[in-house]
């Protein structure tokens, strides 16, 4: 995260009066950027190196993403070969959020609840709060994300791969205060094609088996047709 935050002063051109100019008190409604040598598609593309962090924040994330799979395979002692649709065969998604100030307190509601489809995603906010989670007692409780820190939410995929060991916890974000909310989410997501399957390893007797193998693109289509609130329990529960 600190490269991130560094890589983010390179943007200011030293020169004064380039780049961005904007929350001046003298004139509060202007905002405007400048880019030097702009008819140069390099030096265009130099002004700012979004795609660049945007590519290595997605790198890393995905890195954690699966250092953190397998370190939940290794506390299931489950051999690396058998989680070959959750770590080899994925494919990541990023998604860049922004939530605005609500302008009245009954459309407070930044993002419905739902849970992720995906196995595993992490979540990257500004210090704006505003993310909830259900917790086991069943009500909504906010998640305090200390400044730098990252959110780990484990997706359904991953809840029927570790046979309901892993618990793909409801949220939905809720706006409240003055500032705008954004947030950057990695998602890992298995490939087309992958099929998600209960470790053997966590089905026995006292842990039936709760979901049947599936196909993961054919469960995300079930749930876009249907955009059930338990989408994988009526999908694939037995
Ligand atoms: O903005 C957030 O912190 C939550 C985003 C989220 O839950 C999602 O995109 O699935
Ligand atoms: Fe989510």
Same mark, same amino acid.
């Given at each position: 995260m600190a490269d991130h935050h560094h890589h983010h002063h390179h943007h200011q051109n030293p020169k004064p009066y380039r780049s961005y100019?904007? *929350? =001046?008190? #003298? #004139?509060?409604?202007?905002?405007?950027?400048?880019?030097?040598?702009?008819?140069?598609?390099?030096?265009?593309r130099d002004f700012t190196h979004l795609i660049e962090i945007l590519n290595m924040m997605s790198s890393k994330m995905l890195e954690l993403s699966f250092m953190i799979l397998e370190m939940i395979f290794a506390s299931f002692d489950i051999e690396e070969k058998k989680y070959e649709a959750l770590?080899?065969?994925?494919?990541?998604?990023?998604r860049v959020m922004k939530y605005k100030v609500p302008t009245s307190e009954d459309q407070n509601l930044?993002?419905?609840?739902?849970t992720d489809k995906n196995a595993?995603?992490?979540? =990257?906010?500004?210090e704006v709060q505003g993310l909830e989670i259900v917790t086991k007692e069943g009500h909504w409780e906010q998640v305090v994300v200390p400044k730098d820190a990252l959110v780990v939410i484990v997706g359904d995929a991953l809840k029927a791969?570790?046979?309901?060991?892993l618990v793909a916890v409801k949220h939905r974000v809720v706006m409240k205060g003055e500032k705008e909310r954004y947030s950057f989410g990695l998602f890992t997501v298995p490939k087309e094609g992958?099929?998600?399957?209960a470790a053997r390893e966590l089905v026995d007797n006292e842990h039936p088996l709760l !979901?049947?193998?599936? *196909?993961?693109?054919? !469960?995300? @289509? !079930?749930?876009? @047709?249907?955009?059930?609130?338990?989408?994988?329990e009526i999908y694939a529960g037995v």
């Open positions: 100019q904007g *929350k =001046c008190p #003298v #004139v509060p409604l202007h905002e405007s950027f400048g880019i030097d040598d702009a008819t140069r598609l390099e030096a265009a770590v080899r065969d994925s494919v990541s998604f990023l930044g993002l419905v609840a739902h595993i995603t992490i979540l =990257c906010q500004n791969w570790s046979n309901g060991r992958a099929m998600i399957e !979901y049947r193998p599936f *196909k993961f693109a054919d !469960y995300f @289509s !079930y749930f876009v @047709s249907n955009l059930s609130d338990d989408a994988l």
